[in-house]
Nanobody, 115 residues
Framework: QVQLVESGGGLVQAGGSLRLTCAAS????????MGWYRQPPGKQRALVATFTSIGSTNYADSVKGRFTISRDNAKNTVYLQINSLKAEDTAVYYCRAIDSGLIYWGQGTQVTVSS
């Protein structure tokens, strides 16, 4: 089992910034992909940004230029730098990792943007 723990969410004013952190622990074999999804109120969970199995990055169009994903492989940790926050960025942000073909999710961290 792999455990994912997110942190860094909170309440921030529009235009502000946050940095989310996701740390993986447990019986890690080889994490092939790791990234961030989000679920706004009343909507489905969707991709925000991720490292793919070949090491490239994918971003949702709505966050390109404002969000940056980075990682520390030695710590099995990914980060999401969120800048120029908008009200529509309000959501629960979830970390997802794929290890040996199994998908793991974190418990989520709430990001609320006030206008």
């Amino acid at each position: 089992q792999v455990q994912l723990v997110e942190s860094g969410g909170g309440l921030v004013q529009a235009g502000g910034s946050l940095r989310l952190t996701c740390a993986a622990s447990g019986s890690i074999r080889r994490i092939n992909a790791m990234g961030w999804y989000r679920q706004p109120p009343g909507k489905q969970r969707a991709l925000v940004a991720t490292f793919t199995s070949i090491g490239s990055t994918n971003y949702a169009d709505s966050v390109k230029g404002r969000f940056t994903i980075s990682r520390d492989n030695a710590k099995n940790t990914v980060y999401l730098q969120i800048n120029s926050l908008k009200a529509e960025d309000t959501a629960v942000y979830y970390c997802r990792a794929i290890d040996s073909g199994l998908i793991y999710w974190g418990q989520g961290t709430q990001v609320t943007v006030s206008s």
